[in-house]
């Protein structure tokens, strides 16, 4: 099933973010900050957050972002190329990462690689990578003397400045090769892709765009471990937003009913009688984009679309809805043995999905 939709601005509440640590500009070092804090001083106050690889299911870059929603301006840095040695995997930045924070308002600082250790068991693989931090906090600077949109920045980026960076990232890994005595991938596939940039945006925006949807047909056929779903029924579905951003998704369930359609992002935990908050705040990410849904479409016919948000855990039993009223939740709440913290971060989360008007659903899930 293929699901199409448009987004012409973007209105969501947070309530579910971390408390972040406030670090002066002065101290502030990438590479030992929290994965997200607030440069706040006289000059500075952003919200920022770091990602581990371009690529985002190397990790839960989401949650990062999430967690400086918040704050009216947030930046996040994302290295453009992470190479982890000729055995390891090799990952680029891609127009959609790009095009979706720009959509939240996020400016994006393209960073890369000058440090790393070697692996202590895996022969030409390297670990512990770290930015060039003077290079991050130059573009922090450059970011406080900017008068336009995080759009307009990250499209400047990506134009003016990504090119001479890939060269940067070329000549480190060399001198990391070097220092280290490991090999890298060929670098014929850095120098191709750079050559996307050297004929124009709209080149490396229809390469990323070609992986994308590669990417969203094999997540179609694949059911992932932190899944379990009541169905089997995937779809994809792509967004176009006022920006010109094609976004392609895949839903973990759907259910239709009527004229309604419900677009359900599912976590599940295995271990836990709750996912993750970094995983739940994944999917949370996702949903600011499903409840921001417009024109929505399944073969040309409308339908309403109503987000959902399942929490699944084979230690559960009975289920919940956030629509469900105080005293089910309570007894939900009692007869799980959730404890005290578990119980405040649902009570937000409620909180959260009934402001933005998605839905929360709590059940029994193996698998």
Known sequence: ??????????????????????????????????????????????????????????????????????????ITVIPIIKDEGLKGDRDYIQWDTLSLMSLLDVYVILAYYEKADKHPSRVNKITNQKFNNDY????????????????????????????????????????????????????????????QFLVGVDEFMKTSRGKAKEAQNREHQTIQPKEALSTLTKAKITI?????????????????????????????????????????????????????????????KSYNSIPVLKLTSSKLTGSLSSNSNDEDKKN?????????????FLKTLFIESKENKFIIILENGTN
């Open 332 to 344: 939900f709440f009692s007869h799980n043995k959730l404890t005290k913290n578990q119980i405040i």
């Open 1 to 74: 099933m293929n699901i199409f939709a448009e987004i012409t601005g973007l209105k969501y509440t947070i309530f579910s973010s971390n408390e972040l640590r406030d670090i002066s500009f002065d101290e502030l070092d990438i590479n030992t900050m929290p994965t997200s804090c607030i440069v706040n001083d006289k000059k500075y106050n952003y919200s920022i957050s770091k990602w581990v690889s371009p690529k985002r299911t190397r990790s839960y870059p989401y949650d990062r972002v999430y967690n400086t929603l918040s704050n009216q301006k947030r």
């Open 136 to 195: 991050v906090k130059n573009k922090i600077e450059e970011i406080s003397n900017y008068h336009s949109s995080p759009l307009h920045w990250n499209l400047q980026e990506i134009r003016d400045t990504l090119p001479s960076l890939i060269d940067l990232v070329k000549s480190s890994y060399s001198n990391i090769s070097n220092q280290l005595n490991v090999d890298f991938h060929n670098s014929a596939g850095i120098d191709k892709f750079k050559k």
């Open 240 to 300: 176009k937003n006022y920006l010109g951003g094609l976004y392609y998704f895949t839903t973990d369930e759907i259910d239709i009913k009527d004229d309604k359609i419900f677009l359900i992002e599912a976590k599940h935990s295995r271990s836990s009688k709750l996912p993750s908050s970094g995983d739940i705040k994944d999917g949370l990410l996702k949903l600011i984009l499903y409840c921001n849904l417009k024109n929505l479409t399944v073969n040309d």
